[in-house]
């Protein structure tokens, strides 16, 4: 018997992903049901720019979606990425409500609103999810739940992950233009993590690296919990622009020959048949060399993971993830890529794609589908007994909420 359904929705540059996932009473793993893809239009590095062109987009891929399985029912969850999404830190402080001092679920709601309004550059941005870190009683006991415990003031740490809100409006558009309504926005990066990372993973300490199309996006768990978030506006098309640049060619042709040559193992690269050139008036045909290509490719991925390695010095965390590097998205694919990451970054790493799957989890056995998979996870494993005001965007609360989007 069918107990729950969901279907996760990815927006990327390049393309629109969804999959579908269900939970079947009595089975420990979800199932993959149907996965679909189309072009992505209306998106510019990652940024949704014509809401009504990727509403089409959207409506090809859940068409493809439907076609690959008999699919019925399920709640649409979106993964929403971009450079607009933004990870801070706030503190609330609150008196306990009771007179025996013994706090209760309702104190440690107040004091994530409390943690909220001291949050600061709001403007034009929407939270989409507030993650309690750590909890302080009376400012000597930290503790990750209070509830039951005595104080006379209780604080919150707690993470707020932001996005633009005029990327939100444009996605919610864009949606309600291919009529399909959403339940929840997640941001992309903890769908990523959803797929992919293991609990141990999480509580030792790690790095998700999510290498898409437009954007890098960069997020790091402790202790079981979420520690930073930040999104870079470099992705592998810009690998490919590289390549059309240094070897004078088009970005069609460059694009296919990063994927079927592109290397950052100089070794590992052969061209062992021309790659055409279609020119003006007839067919040229040029070997490309393969240390040209890993220099041009190996060039750009070392912009990136500088720019990662000062995020890790910025938050203190440089050679102190036990779990080390994980690396998922579309560039993740990229053959030797494993290896140059842990002689930039000196730390242990690995690729990692949509694991503990069942049902036709071949259609999702890549890492450039770990966004559209986890946001079908995270919509699996949300608790109907979650307060509302903890959540994601979610159900009458998030419709309510629209309304007062710019």
């Not at 149907?34 to 992505?40: F, R």
């Not at 068409?63 to 607009?84: E, F, M, Q, Y």
């Not at 609150?94 to 403007?123: C, F, M, P, W, Y």
């Not at 966004?371 to 996870?377: I, K």
Request: net charge neutral.
């Amino acid at each position: 018997m069918r107990s729950r359904g969901a279907i996760g929705i990815d927006i990327g540059t390049e393309s629109v992903k969804a999959v579908a996932l269900e939970m079947m009473a009595g089975e420990a793993l979800p199932r993959v049901i149907g996965a679909g893809a189309s072009i992505s239009k209306g998106v510019r590095r990652g940024v949704i720019i014509a809401p009504e062109e990727l509403a089409a987009s959207i409506k090809e891929a859940i068409g493809a979606l439907r076609k690959s399985a008999a699919i019925n029912r399920g709640d649409v969850h979106l993964g929403l990425g971009g450079v607009g999404l933004v990870c801070q830190r706030s503190k609330g402080l609150v008196a306990v409500s009771r007179a025996d001092g013994e706090i209760t679920k309702e104190d440690s709601g107040r004091a994530i609103l409390a943690s909220e309004t001291n949050l600061s550059h709001l403007q034009n941005k929407e939270i989409l999810h507030r993650v309690p870190v750590v909890y302080r009683v009376d400012n000597e006991v930290a503790t990750y739940d209070p509830v039951g415990l005595s104080g006379v003031k209780l604080e919150a740490e707690v993470l707020f992950i932001t996005a633009f809100s005029q990327n939100l409006k444009n996605a919610l558009n864009a949606f309600e233009g291919a009529d399909v309504e959403i339940e929840e926005v997640s941001a992309a990066p903890l769908a990523a993590a959803e797929a992919v990372l293991e609990k141990r993973e999480k509580e030792a300490g790690v790095m998700l690296l999510d290498l898409g199309a437009s954007t890098t996006s960069i997020i790091l768990f402790e202790e079981g919990t979420l520690y930073s978030l930040d999104v870079l506006p470099f992705g592998s098309s810009h690998i490919t622009h590289d390549i059309a640049m240094g070897l004078r060619i088009t970005l069609e042709e460059a694009e296919k020959i990063k994927i079927n040559y592109g290397s950052v193992e100089p070794a590992a690269v052969f061209l062992k048949k021309p790659v055409s050139r279609q020119g003006a008036s007839d067919l040229v045909y040029g070997n490309y060399s393969r240390r040209k290509l890993s220099e041009i490719i190996e060039a750009r991925l070392s912009d990136i993971f500088e720019l990662v390695e000062k995020h890790l010095k910025k938050v203190e965390r440089t050679n102190l993830l036990p779990s080390g590097i994980v690396l998922t998205g579309g560039g993740a694919n990229l053959p030797g890529i494993e290896n140059f990451v842990k002689e930039c970054l000196k730390l242990h790493v690995k690729v990692a794609e949509p694991n503990n799957l069942g049902g036709f989890k071949e259609k999702v056995n890549n890492p450039a589908w770990s966004v559209a998979v986890g946001a079908a996870l995270l919509g699996l494993k949300k608790q109907s007994s979650l307060s509302p005001l903890l959540r994601g965007r979610t159900g009458p609360l998030f419709k309510w909420l629209r309304a007062f989007l710019p």
